[in-house]
């Protein structure tokens, strides 16, 4: 990884009439900005179909892509939709915020019209990619039984289809074989938007990080199909979930519910499900950032009858056997370990054998008194350094809720007069050591805490939601990153 700066801004809050924001035209005159800006790379959100409340860290699919980042504008040019039937359904009253329940709703109605107008040719495409991505044919058939059964979810099924036997699984295709395509359909076009945008990108010097969520949903096509490698109960219930244990920000600690990884069978499997989750995300991706990398090491694991994360215990992870195999079997591994969280010595010892790069945030930094790793002249060239992540406040809001004394140590040490903190925050970035320097789209543009993306530990319509109005983000803007990148020899990737 060559010096160089990312901009993290997640698809769904680019403009759009829609609702969303998509794979469209946003999405590519975005690219333009961070052609002219010099920088170096896009990170988004994972991809994936979102779960409760709007979080792609919460998916059906590890594999899948979200059918609600699917561009509309697209299917109107191939002649599949029009644009009176698109600008007909409700996509929510706030144009800052996502509306999930209603964007989803409204996606599905005018993906299935266009899937029953598609011609021969472009059906075949479809099962020439079903055929392509063996994981597909589990999440179309989840994806169908979960439709028929109204949304139930899979340990509430029928039992033949509740437990994956091939015989009920068989019977149920035949039956609604036209169900099935739909889904395929809906994941080629997503594929191929996904595609031309990133080979735009590319052409402009642009790279693309994703982001690997570490666990999976209870209920997604993965657990359902691969009941092994997780840690259930006979009812395929999880036995214990994932979280983190109680800390300074989380009195209870964070019960997340995500079923736990079996990694005895996992590793007995020779890996195979993880080998083709990093294949899926490297075929996308030029990086990949892994979250809650401490998971490899040891995860914390909660009781599944347990309403808080109090009761959890450390339990060791594959550590760097897993490491080794993926590097043996991809040889370089282009990924981001999420260095974050509770971090022990034997966590800085994996993340030093994989020889990976690790996560610098700002935002965590500046506690008068303490030398903190995060502050910049302790900063490492093998490392990306953070303004601020998805989980943040906006510098703005973060700034705003400084004690004077760490306000103080922040301009002391930055040397900045009062005004100058935001962009003084995102020149301290770009200046580090670090290879790699990440801010997000909400400080570029200088917005407050009512555009924070999540807040960790909530549940609400607040997050996941944020929009980027058009033109928020201005060609001055542009210009006044791309001398930073001059200056500090931030270069766009090869």
């Given at each position: 990884m060559k010096r160089s700066s990312a901009v993290l801004l997640h698809i769904s809050s680019l403009p759009s009439p829609y609702g969303a924001g998509s794979l469209g035209e946003a999405a590519f005159r975005f690219a333009d900005w961070l052609e002219e800006a010099g920088v170096g790379c896009w990170q988004v959100l994972p991809l994936n179909p979102p779960g409760l409340g709007g979080s792609p860290y919460q998916s059906e699919s590890a594999f899948a892509g979200a059918p609600e980042l699917i561009d509309l504008g697209d299917l109107i040019g191939r002649g599949l939709l029009t644009r009176a039937e698109c600008a007909a359904l409700p996509w929510g009253d706030d144009p800052c915020r996502v509306d999930w329940r209603t964007v989803s709703v409204s996606k599905e109605r005018l993906l299935r019209l266009a899937f029953s107008r598609a011609d021969r040719t472009l059906l075949h495409q479809a099962e020439q990619f079903s055929a392509a991505h063996p994981w597909l044919k589990d999440y179309c058939l989840y994806q169908s039984i979960k439709k028929i059964q109204n949304g139930a979810p899979f340990w509430e099924w029928p039992q033949g289809l509740s437990g994956h036997e091939e015989g009920a699984l068989s019977a149920f295709a035949a039956q609604h074989s036209e169900e099935l395509c739909y889904w395929a359909f809906v994941q080629f076009l997503f594929d191929a938007q996904w595609t031309a945008l990133r080979d735009y990108c590319a052409a402009r010097h642009v790279g693309l990080i994703g982001d690997l969520p570490i666990y999976v949903s209870d209920d997604s096509a993965d657990v359902w199909a691969n009941r092994r490698f997780f840690e259930l109960d006979e009812g395929g219930r999880p036995s214990r979930v994932a979280g983190v244990p109680p800390d300074a920000f989380a009195k209870d600690g964070q019960r997340w519910g995500n079923p736990l990884y079996n990694w005895g069978a996992i590793i007995?499997?020779?890996?195979?499900?993880?080998?083709?989750?990093?294949?899926?995300?490297?075929?996308?991706?030029?990086?990949?950032?892994?979250?809650?990398?401490?998971?490899?090491?040891?995860?914390?694991?909660?009781?599944a009858d347990s309403e808080t994360a109090k009761d959890g215990e450390w339990v060791g992870g594959p550590g760097i056997a897993f490491f080794d195999t993926m590097r043996f079997v991809f040889g370089t591994l282009p990924i981001i370990a999420e260095d974050l969280g509770i971090l022990t010595d034997s966590v800085r010892e994996l993340l030093k054998a994989t020889a990976l790069p690790g996560m610098k945030v700002l935002q965590f930094a500046f506690t008068p008194g303490c030398e903190s790793d995060y502050l910049p002249h302790r900063h490492i060239e093998n490392a990306v350094c953070y303004t601020g992540t998805h989980d943040n406040d906006t510098i703005r809001g973060w700034l705003a809720s400084l004690d004077g004394e760490t306000l103080r140590y922040l301009r002391d040490y930055l040397a900045l007069s009062p005004g100058e903190e935001a962009d003084g925050l995102i020149r301290a970035a770009w200046a580090s050591p670090c290879r790699l320097a990440v801010t997000t789209a909400q400080d570029l543009i200088g917005l407050g805490g009512e555009a924070r993306m999540n807040a960790p530990g909530t549940v609400g319509p607040q997050n996941w939601s944020w929009r980027m109005r058009e033109g928020q983000l201005t060609r001055g803007r542009a210009g006044w990153l791309r001398g930073l990148n001059g200056l500090y020899y931030r270069r766009p990737l090869d």
């Open positions: 007995g499997d020779d890996w195979r499900w993880w080998i083709e989750r990093l294949r899926n995300a490297f075929s996308r991706f030029d990086l990949v950032r892994i979250d809650h990398f401490r998971a490899f090491d040891a995860f914390w694991a909660i009781p």
